[in-house]
């Protein structure tokens, strides 16, 4: 069993940045290393991949509307995932979940698909103001 928990969302204004945190707990964690990523979902639209992160050698990969302007971090120490973001827009208001994964073979052509994901946080509300 795996459990995660995001915190840290909030409201910001264009511009700004912030942070927000995902902590996980629960044996499948203490046993397994796993890729973990950050989705977002606005109202209305589908899920779309925000970040990924791998469990061989922390390599990190993103989704094309935020490059450059966040950064997905882990420490297995601690069991966190981090998401930092800067020059946030209007556009990037949603719910952001945090969502973890098994290795396996097709990761690197699959880590953008949420439905091969294995652990799902409740997600937190991010909101950007103009």
């Known amino acids: 069993q795996g459990v995660l928990a995001e915190s840290g969302g909030g409201s910001v204004q264009a511009g700004g940045s912030l942070r927000i945190s995902c902590a996980a707990s629960g044996r499948a964690f203490q046993q397994y290393a796993m890729a973990m990523g950050w989705f977002r979902q606005a109202p209305g639209k589908e899920r779309e991949f925000v970040a990924a992160?791998?469990?061989?050698?922390?390599?990190?990969n993103y989704g094309d509307s935020v490059k450059g302007r966040f950064t997905i971090s882990r420490d297995d120490a601690k069991k966190m995932l981090y998401l930092q973001m800067s020059s946030l827009q209007p556009e990037d208001t949603a719910q952001y979940y945090c969502?973890?994964?098994?290795?396996?073979?097709?990761?690197?052509?699959?880590?953008?698909?949420?439905?091969?994901?294995?652990?799902w946080g409740q997600g937190t509300q991010v909101t950007v103001s103009s």
């Open positions: 992160i791998n469990w061989i050698d922390g390599g990190t």
């Open positions: 969502a973890a994964r098994h290795p396996s073979f097709d990761y690197s052509t699959t880590y953008y698909y949420p439905g091969r994901y294995d652990y």
